[in-house]
């Protein structure tokens, strides 16, 4: 099974700050990841899929790179509405695995 | 717009069965997709369940394989989820969700929380 982990696990930025989420695969899943934002009380939202294409309706300050093992999606200009946890997902195989999750708090 | 609606008793009984509908509106099953469960336990991260086709092909996750059934009901645009002996380890907050290009999950139901109590 495909493992993902997820770095930091919790972050306090400010609004306006440039912030960067790490995602790592156990095994190489070319550019077949997703990331999610999700709010307390809510369903996850889809926000960037096959690694770095941005869901339609997604704010571009979100953005997303890698392939391979280490994936990345950054916030370009952190804004209040931001202030959520997110999580990594890939699907291989047919199964799906998620990562653990990165809080971002208010600083 | 496709929309999806989770519905199901709130409260099963340890070492019962937990029996979960997805109503799918906005979109008919039968034309194609993926379509998947997902759950989360309070304060913890997500675990994806298993996904079913319209023709009924089936994924399972494997920690979960031996109790769990998806089925699809094309007639009545909406998918089912059968978890068997099921524990207080299984109270989580059940979403479902559809596959989108066979590798992410593009919407979800707002999900619906489920309590093994006794």
């Known amino acids: 099974d495909i493992q993902l982990t997820q770095s930091p696990s919790f972050l306090s930025a400010s609004v306006g700050d440039r912030v960067t989420i790490t995602c790592r695969a156990s095994q190489g899943i070319s550019s077949y990841l997703a990331w999610y934002q999700q709010k307390p009380g809510k369903a996850p939202k889809l926000l960037i899929y096959a690694a770095s294409t941005l869901q339609s309706g997604v704010p571009s300050r979100f953005s997303g790179s890698g392939s391979g093992t280490e994936f990345t999606l950054t916030i370009s200009s952190l804004q209040p509405e931001d202030f959520a946890t997110y999580y990594c997902q890939q699907l291989n195989s047919y199964l799906f695995t998620f990562g653990p999750g990165t809080k971002v708090d208010i600083k | 717009q496709v929309q999806l609606q989770e519905s199901g008793p709130g409260l099963v009984k340890p070492s019962e069965t937990l029996s979960l509908t997805c109503a799918v509106s906005g979109y008919s099953i039968s034309s194609g997709y993926y379509w998947g469960w997902i759950r989360q336990p309070p304060g913890k991260g997500l675990e994806w369940i298993g996904s079913?086709?319209?023709?009924?092909?089936?994924y399972y996750n494997p920690s979960l394989k031996s109790r769990v059934t998806i089925s699809v009901d094309t007639s009545k645009n909406q998918f089912s989820l059968k978890l068997s002996s099921v524990t207080a380890a299984d109270t989580a907050v059940y979403y479902c969700?559809?596959?989108?290009?066979?590798?992410?999950?593009?919407?979800w139901g707002q999900g619906t929380l489920v309590t093994v109590s006794s």
């Open positions: 079913i086709y319209h023709s009924g092909s089936t």
């Open positions: 969700a559809r596959v989108e290009g066979a590798n992410h999950l593009d919407y």
